[in-house]
C-alpha cells in the first residue's frame, strides 16, 4: 500500500534534487566564465613576460660575453632560457584565436633565433673567436625589438580575441539567466500544481466521507462508500474500507431490532387481545350473576358469586357495607353500576374471611328490620 507520507516524501525529494540541479547548474555556467576569464588574462600575462624574460636573456648575455668565467652569469643565463620555454610550452594549447596564431608562432621563432645566436656568441667567446662577435650582437639586438614588437602584437590581437569571448560569455550569461529564470518557474508552477493536486487527492475523499456521515446522522442509511474510495491503496481507501464496514454493520443492526420490534409489536397485539377477551369474558358473567341477587338471600349469593367469580377481599367488604344500616334507606335487591365494575375488574384470587362471611346474616336481619319499620 502506497503511504500519503511515502508521496509526500518523494514530492520533498523531488522538488530538492531539482533545486539542486538548478543551483549546481548556475555555479558551473559562472565557473565556466571564471575560468574564462582567468584563461585570457593568464595568457596576456604570460605573453607580456616573453619580451621581459628576452631582454633579460640578451642582458646577461652581454655581462656573460664580457666575463665568460663567471658561473653566476651561466646561471642566470639557463634559468632564463628555462622560463622562456615553460611560457611556450603553456601558451602553445591556449592560442585559440586564428588572428593570434601567426603572430604567435613568429614571436616563438624569433626568441627561438635570439637562442641560437646568443649560444653561438657565447661558445665564440669560450673560443676566444671575437671575430662574429660584434655581428651577432646586432643581431640579437634586432631580434630583440622585433620580440617586443610581436609581443605587443600578440597582446592587441589577445584583446580582440578577449573581446569576441567577452561578447561569447555575455551571451552565454544571458542564456544561463533565461534558463535558470525558466527552471524556476517550471519548478515553482509544478510544485504548485503538485501541491494543488496532492491536496484534492486528500481533502476531496475526506470531504465525501464527511458528507456520507452527515446523511447517516439524518437517517440515510442507504448512502454507500465510493468505489474509486475502497480502491485507493493508501490510508484514504484503509478509512473509506473501515467506514464501509461499520455502516454495513450498522445497517445489520438496524435490521435486526427492526425485525425485534415487529416481533415485540405482534406479541403486544396478541396480549391487548387476550386482555380484551378475558376482561369480555370476566365482565359478563359477574353481571348477570349480580341481577339473580334479590331479597333475603341477596348477601349470601352475592357471597357465593364473588366466590365463584373470584371477586376479591375489597368488593366483597363493599357489598357488605351496602347492606349495613347505616345505609339502610338506600338498599337495594340489585348492586349499583360501580359494584358490577368492581366485580368485572377483581383479579382472579379472592382473599375472604370465615368471619365476614358470617356477618351476613346479622346484615341480613338488620335489613328485614329496617325494612319492617319503614312499612
Known sequence: ????RTTLLASFITVIVLMLFLTLFFNFMNLKVQEQYQEITNNMVLEYSIAETTTDLVAVYVSLIQDIENTGFHSQYNALYDDLHLIFETLDPQILFADSKPVYAKL?????????DTDEGIAMTQKRDFSKSAVLYDQITRNEQYVKENTAALLMQELKYAKVLQQQIESMQKATWVIGTSLIVIITLGCLLLAFMFSNKISTPLANLSSLAEDISKGHLESKVSENLLDRKDEIGSLAGSFNIMLTKLNEKITEMSKIQDKMMAMTLQLDMDKERLEKAAGNKPEKAVKKVKGKKGKAKAAKVAKITKVPEAASAKLATASTPSAA???????SSSDAAAIANAPATVSSSAPKRKAA???KKTAVSVKAKGA
Do not use: C, Q, Y
Not at 334507606?329 to 348492586?335: K, N, V, W
Open 1 to 4: 500500500m502506497t503511504k500519503i
Open 329 to 335: 334507606p338506600a338498599i337495594s335487591a340489585e348492586p
Open 108 to 116: 616563438k621563432n624569433t626568441v627561438e633565433s635570439i637562442k641560437e
Open 361 to 363: 346474616p346479622k346484615a
